[in-house]
């Protein structure tokens, strides 16, 4: 079935840092791809996603892009803020495309 | 409106209690899931209802029974828990039906369950 495989945390950097989160899948068809970050205390939200190869998600500043070739959706910004500290998670579809999937989640702490 | 709204915030029960847990949206979403989360893991997927029909059981225990008395609501009835199912309860809701890989789930807070 899908999965997804995202990079071992914990990530910390200081702020205005750049940031990458690296994230692969394995898949059978051409499945969407999300970013969720979980702040603490509360419920995941979709940070962006791509729904075709090639695709750009973005939002506050975080980039993805949806790599067939080399089956990644990895997770960017260029300078991070202390209020980015959270959980990241990559997740895709299953193969009936009726639910998503989750990474194992990555924790981002930024300090000032 | 854009909230999925879950109760209680936090629970505590011992093995033998019956409660439930509860999910609500108002934003006319015709999906409603159910996802576990244990502390630092992902949300792991329990039920999945479309169009207030069960369509996902992902081989959940029986004393996990989940409801949808109608669009707008979604219950998770507890009895009988362990120890272990002591976790992070997530709501979500999606506008349609994931199918079309073209969906976003829309979460609640949680509702964090510790079972004696």
């Known amino acids: 079935g899908n999965s997804v495989t995202q990079m071992e945390g914990p990530v910390t950097l200081s702020e205005e840092a750049f940031l990458t989160i690296n994230c692969t899948y394995t898949a059978t068809g051409y499945p969407s791809l999300f970013w969720y970050v979980q702040y603490p205390g509360e419920g995941l939200q979709l940070l962006l996603k791509?729904?075709?190869?090639?695709d750009k998600g973005s939002n506050k500043g975080f980039e993805a892009t949806y790599r067939k070739e080399t089956t990644s959706f990895h997770l960017e910004k260029g300078s991070v803020q202390v209020s980015d500290s959270a959980v990241y998670f990559c997740?895709?579809?299953?193969?009936?495309?009726?639910?998503?999937?989750f990474g194992k989640g990555t924790t981002l702490s930024v300090s000032s | 409106d854009t909230e999925v709204t879950q109760t209680p915030k936090h629970l505590v029960m011992g093995m033998t209690n019956k409660k439930s847990l509860k999910c609500e949206q108002h934003?006319?979403?015709?999906?409603m899931y159910w996802y576990k989360q244990k502390a630092k893991k992902p949300p792991e997927l329990m039920f999945v209802?479309?169009?207030?029909?069960?369509?996902i059981n992902e081989s959940v225990p029986s004393r996990f029974s989940p409801e949808c008395p109608n669009s707008s609501l979604l219950n998770l009835h507890l009895h009988a828990l362990q120890p272990e199912d002591s976790a992070l309860y997530l709501c979500?809701?999606?506008?349609?039906?994931?199918?079309?890989?073209?969906?976003?789930?829309?979460f609640g807070e949680g509702s964090r369950l510790t079972v004696l």
């Open positions: 979500a809701s999606s506008q349609d039906p994931l199918a079309g890989n073209t969906g976003e789930l829309f």
């Open positions: 934003m006319g979403h015709r999906a």
């Open positions: 997740a895709l579809t299953n193969q009936a495309g009726t639910a998503l999937i």
């Open positions: 791509a729904t075709k190869a090639d």
């Open positions: 209802y479309s169009y207030e029909k069960l369509s």
